[in-house]
């Protein structure tokens, strides 16, 4: 028998594998997302995401350190705002002495090179959960731009290297860059969630930060999980209004649209592997179901091959464990 290809010659050896592999994944893929609280001292296991933490900003503060000494890069910031400071305007957001704003400070007094990132979206601060001001039960678009832009300002004043709004309102990345240029912050970059999807996914993030809409659902703003070319007119849009880096939310389910959203533009394309996939991964390898350390590698690297530059992950810090292992 005789074959000219064989396709296994180059699959014979771990070494031979390693030097084929087409895609690799490094700690400078991830972006960590880190829930902050109130209080000193606090470290609170979310239910529905074992082993990952809601912390005081203290403590936030140490475990940033920590993802710096292993070569992370970058962190998502994320706050759990007090239900007495919650309103319909988001008012809480702009408080330059606000949970987010002196946490910008804090990390970036405690690691100047960490990367941080901060989450710009009105759910955490709002007493609807909705990520944008709510008049006669609809999300008004154009008000909630001009608080996303002030709440940016707000994040840049207070020491962030990149905005991340998450919110899905139309014509966002433009009023931002627009603020931050007439304010002389012309270093802040903006992360924009280009292509959110209204996800069932989502589900235990909004138990981390008690964040659920309290009324509807978000399909009104965020994308409908049937379409794929919207996603590429999203993308291109916040290209076009200034965006620095692109995000593609969730991402496993979503793979064809990184893929398309990767070919489309020439900017970043980040991923975010949501709560709600971290959470599969971790119920089936407690049950004994699948080999978690495997499940996370694979499923990070399919991310990356799709398309994604950057990976948001909540597996981050065990990834970069795997990988050094
Ligand atoms: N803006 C953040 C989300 O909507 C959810 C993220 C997650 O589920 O991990
Ligand atoms: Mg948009």
């Not at 290809?5 to 490094?26: F, G, Q």
């Not at 499923?299 to 948001?312: H, M, N, Q, V, Y």
């Amino acid at each position: 028998m005789f074959q000219i290809k064989r396709n296994r010659i180059l699959r014979t050896t771990p070494s031979l594998r390693a030097l084929v592999a087409e895609t690799t994944l490094t700690p400078n893929d991830f972006i960590v997302p880190l829930f902050i609280d109130e209080g000193e001292g606090q470290e609170v296991e979310i239910p529905s995401m074992p082993n990952y933490y809601r912390r005081s900003l203290d403590k936030t503060v140490r475990e940033v350190e920590a993802l710096w000494s292993i070569g992370i890069k970058s962190v998502l910031l994320f706050i759990k705002c007090t239900d007495d400071r919650k309103d319909n305007l988001g008012t809480e957001a702009l408080n330059p002495n606000g949970l987010m704003q002196r946490s910008i400070r804090a990390i970036k007094a405690a690691v100047p090179g960490m990367i941080v990132m901060t989450d710009v979206a009105l759910d955490p601060y709002s007493t609807y959960g909705h990520d944008g001001i709510v008049e006669n039960g609809e999300i008004v678009n154009d008000p909630t731009v001009e608080v996303l832009a002030n709440m940016s300002l707000s994040h840049a004043q207070a020491g962030a290297d990149i905005v991340a709004p998450s919110d899905m309102m139309d014509g966002r990345i433009g009023a931002i860059r627009k603020t931050l240029e007439e304010n002389g912050f012309t270093k802040t970059g903006i992360l924009a969630y280009s292509a959110k999807y209204a996800s069932c996914f989502y589900g235990p993030f909004r138990d981390a930060l008690d964040s659920a809409p309290g009324f509807g659902d978000k399909k009104t703003y965020q994308m409908d999980y049937a379409n794929r070319r919207e996603a590429i007119k999203e993308t291109l849009m916040d290209v076009e209004e200034g965006a620095d880096i692109v995000m593609v939310k969730p991402a496993m389910a979503y793979l064809d649209i990184i893929r398309e959203v990767r070919d489309a533009v020439t900017v970043p394309v980040s991923a975010y592997h949501v709560s709600g996939e971290y959470s599969m991964i971790k119920a089936a390898a407690r049950m004994g179901w699948l080999n978690e350390d495997k499940a996370i590698l694979e499923s990070l690297c399919s991310i990356k091959r799709a398309g994604a530059d950057l990976i948001a992950t909540y597996f981050a810090k065990d990834a970069v464990k795997l990988l050094n292992a």
